[in-house]
């Protein structure tokens, strides 16, 4: 069974250009879940979807950044316009309809790591 | 509000070695534990997690933890340091009562010398 997949590993833009990340959460996983690590800092919570509404966005920085998940299955995460700030390693995880407190657990994918110049 | 102190930003210990790695707590509401690791170039594993069975909890390649409500911690052991221990360390608490936002430490880099 695959992961979850994160495209691209790897993206270098400048500073008030756009950029779109993207998430494909493990097959038949309903909650999807963007986090954000911060060079030196503690991984933090962005969002969350179940299927494709939004469950909790509270974490999101500002409306430059907006998160799709049409259709409840693959997500994606666009910043426009990017800021130095921005840069970091976006993480995506997937977990199964239950959740944590019925056991279940989070499955990250490898990031993708943004770099705003 | 929950949150999570990692003691130690950077631990080195020597192959054999027993591996400690401290995690401290706050919640407001019985909290779900978890601990993670990052290997290079890959994406976050869970180790193990604490959801309100045993206090002691044992996960994967020998690693394990044991909540202590008193000291309100969650640290993690291994008793035999291996070179593919290598990796930076994450501690977590599921946060506000809810079942999927997890708050994090800053992580602990784990560095095994031969």
């Known amino acids: 069974e695959a992961g979850v997949t994160q495209f691209p590993s790897h993206s270098v833009i400048e500073k008030g250009q756009t950029v779109t990340l993207r998430c494909d959460p493990i097959?038949?996983?309903?909650?999807l879940y963007w986090y954000r690590r911060v060079m030196g800092k503690e991984i933090k919570f962005l969002l969350h979807?179940?299927?494709?509404?939004?469950?909790?966005e509270s974490g999101m920085p500002n409306n430059r950044f907006l998160a799709e998940r049409t259709g409840g299955t693959y997500s994606t995460l666009k910043v426009q316009p990017a800021e130095l700030e921005d840069s970091g390693v976006y993480f995506c995880a997937s977990s199964h309809p239950k959740g944590i407190t019925h056991g279940g657990e989070l499955f990250f994918g490898e990031g993708s790591r943004l770099t705003v110049l | 509000a929950q949150s999570v102190t990692q003691l130690g930003s950077h631990v080195s210990v020597s192959e054999g070695a027993l591996v400690l790695l401290r995690c401290n707590y706050s919640s407001s509401v019985p909290p779900y534990l978890f601990w993670y690791v990052q290997y290079p170039n890959q994406g976050l594993q869970l180790l193990l997690k604490?959801?309100?069975?045993?206090?002691l909890v044992k996960g994967i390649n020998d690693f394990e933890a044991e909540f202590k409500k008193s000291e309100t911690s969650f640290h993690l052991t291994k008793p035999s340091a291996h070179m593919s221990d290598a990796a930076e360390y994450f501690c977590?608490?599921?946060?506000?009562?809810?079942?999927?936002?997890?708050?994090f430490g800053k992580g602990t880099l784990l560095t095994v010398n031969p």
């Open positions: 097959s038949g996983h309903d909650n």
């Open positions: 977590a608490v599921s946060s506000g009562g809810s079942n999927y936002k997890l708050t």
């Open positions: 604490y959801t309100s069975a045993a206090t």
């Open positions: 979807f179940v299927k494709e509404s939004k469950q909790d």
